[in-house]
Nanobody, 120 residues
Framework: QVQLQESGPGLVNPSQTLSLTCTVS??????????WGWIRQAPGKGLEWLGYIGYSGSAYYSPFLKSRTSISRDTSKNQFTLQLNSVTPEDTAVYYCAEHYNHDVSPIYWSPGTQVTVSS
């Protein structure tokens, strides 16, 4: 069973960069056909897919957030990282890292989630 553990600050100042890291255990992020992504849910809103990075290293992003989103990985640590630039209070949400199969934006498994608040 794959386990996903998030780490990173829970509070970010407006205009700065939100950065979260997901550590994967019980499976490799290079395993064929799997994608490793980020999903969030803001207060009063539904789940929103931010993007994911595939087993081959190619990243894909939501068209609504692409301009300020970056997903990278460190295969030696079996980790992948989200960076969301120029954040505002509208980016306040519970953030989840997730395991996906191929290009399906709906996850097959996800982390417990972590609250990130954008506030000064």
């Amino acid at each position: 069973q794959v386990q996903l553990q998030e780490s990173g600050p829970g509070l970010v100042n407006p205009s700065q960069t939100l950065s979260l890291t997901c550590t994967v255990s019980g499976g490799s992020i290079t395993t064929e056909f799997y994608y490793w992504g980020w999903i969030r849910q803001a207060p009063g809103k539904g789940l929103e897919w931010l993007g994911y990075i595939g087993y081959s290293g190619s990243a894909y992003y939501s068209p609504f957030l692409k301009s300020r989103t970056s997903i990278s990985r460190d295969t030696s640590k079996n980790q992948f990282t989200l960076q969301l630039n120029s954040v505002t209070p509208e980016d306040t949400a519970v953030y989840y890292c997730a395991e996906h199969y191929n290009h399906d934006v709906s996850p097959i498994y996800w982390s417990p989630g972590t609250q990130v608040t954008v506030s000064s």
